[in-house]
């Protein structure tokens, strides 16, 4: 499940200007690709489109075999999760936070997605400390804690894809590396995995597409993008 093909794609906003020009990938089920490249370069845009918030203006998207023009937006995003960039936390705990992703969850499957996102030890307790109602329980959650919920959060559904899109993320280098191994780890071989990012700092992608001007200009590994400079 969750295996995604990209076959000439090409797409534009508007008639004036193609946003991703004859755009081809393939994406094994249960493999991660990560999109780099600057901002504008049309790495939203991809994930846009596998949610069909747009359709193709030529080519055609492929999950699962099935072209995604002959399935419905609401099963497509049943099976998409999204973990976003600034995560809507409630001024509830943690473990309420997870369980967002499925209120019908039962405990045990909320406490292995919260061990699994490497948030275990944080579950009782409330995303932000300086909230007035949440007084003396509250404990301030770093940026990266916060991603870690809305990665249990969105494990939590068992979604055949997951998308990570830290185009615009302030976290830290370091920050990012563990996030992105943490979501490698549990996609592993279950969970197709996409991550967009500006920079080639991924460390944990089968496949890295580069992007540009939405061309993909450079695919491989990192090691071999790396001796490429
Ligand atoms: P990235 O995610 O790599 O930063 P995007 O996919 O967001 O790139 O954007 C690709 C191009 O499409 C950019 O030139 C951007 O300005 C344009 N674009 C993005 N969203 C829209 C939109 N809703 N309407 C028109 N143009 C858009
Ligand atoms: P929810 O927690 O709201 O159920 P989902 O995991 O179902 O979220 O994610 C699907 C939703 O995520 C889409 O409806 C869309 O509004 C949103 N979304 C956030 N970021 C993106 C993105 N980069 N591309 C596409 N959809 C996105």
Redesign the pocket.
């Known amino acids: 499940r969750g295996a995604i093909e990209f076959k000439d794609v090409s797409f534009g906003?508007?008639p004036e200007?193609l946003?991703l020009n004859n755009v081809s990938f393939t994406v094994p089920s249960g493999s991660t690709v990560a999109?780099v490249?600057?901002?504008?370069?049309?790495?939203?845009?991809?994930m846009?489109l596998l949610f069909r918030f747009y359709d193709v203006n030529e080519g055609a998207i492929l999950v699962d075999g099935q072209d995604v023009r002959t399935v419905t937006q609401a099963s497509l995003r049943a099976n998409i999760g999204v973990v976003p960039q600034d995560t809507v936390l409630f001024n509830n705990t943690v473990r309420y936070n997870i369980q967002y992703g499925r209120l019908s969850a039962e405990t045990a499957d909320i406490i292995a997605a919260a061990k699994n996102a490497d948030i275990h030890d944080k579950i009782l307790t409330f995303p932000d400390a300086y909230d007035t109602q949440v007084g003396e329980r509250g404990l301030k959650l770093s940026g990266g804690e916060k991603q870690r919920i809305a990665i249990a959060r969105t494990l939590l559904k068992d979604p055949a894809i997951v998308l990570l899109?830290e185009?615009t993320s302030a976290l830290d280098t370091n920050t990012e590396r563990n996030i992105q191994a943490a979501l490698a780890r549990v996609c592993a071989n279950r969970t197709t995995l996409i991550i967009?990012h500006?920079l080639s700092t991924i460390i944990h992608a089968d496949e890295i597409l580069v992007?540009r001007d939405?061309e993909i200009i450079e695919r491989g590994h990192h090691e071999i993008l790396l001796t490429q400079g």
């Not at 490249?37 to 845009?45: E, I």
């Open positions: 906003y508007g200007r946003v999109l490249g600057p901002s504008g370069a049309g790495k939203s845009t991809i846009r899109d185009a967009a500006r992007l939405g």
